[in-house]
């Protein structure tokens, strides 16, 4: 199985940008995505990429902000976030599930511990 852990949360202001990380350990090459759960709601679909990176896939709330990347090299999937907005303010998973990109949550098999991020005004 593999194992993920997340790092790069923190807290930014309207505006201001983040990058979290995902070393991914213990398995093959999975697509992999960064999904996201406010206070109050259910998880939601945020970003996706697949095995070899060449495709990916933004929840309509991210698209044009938020940009998912991967290393294989160093096993690391990344998401880069800027124009953060309070909205943003969420715990984020970096999750993997196989082989192709799924925009439900349920879809995913392993997960991150989940990392805070606070988007203050």
């Known amino acids: 199985q593999v194992q993920l852990v997340e790092s790069g949360g923190g807290s930014v202001q309207t505006g201001g940008s983040l990058r979290l990380s995902c070393a991914a350990s213990g398995g093959t090459l999975y697509a992999m995505g960064w999904l996201r759960q406010a206070p109050g709601k259910e998880r939601e679909f945020v970003a996706g990429?697949?095995?070899?990176?060449?495709?990916?896939s933004y929840g309509d709330s991210v698209k044009g902000r938020f940009t998912i990347s991967r290393d294989n090299a160093k096993n690391t999937v990344y998401l880069q976030m800027n124009s953060l907005k309070p909205e943003d303010t969420a715990v984020y998973y970096c999750a993997a599930k196989g082989v192709v990109i799924s925009t439900n949550p349920d879809d995913y098999n392993f997960w991150g511990q989940g990392t805070q991020v606070t988007v203050s005004s």
């Open positions: 990429i697949n095995r070899s990176g060449s495709r990916t």
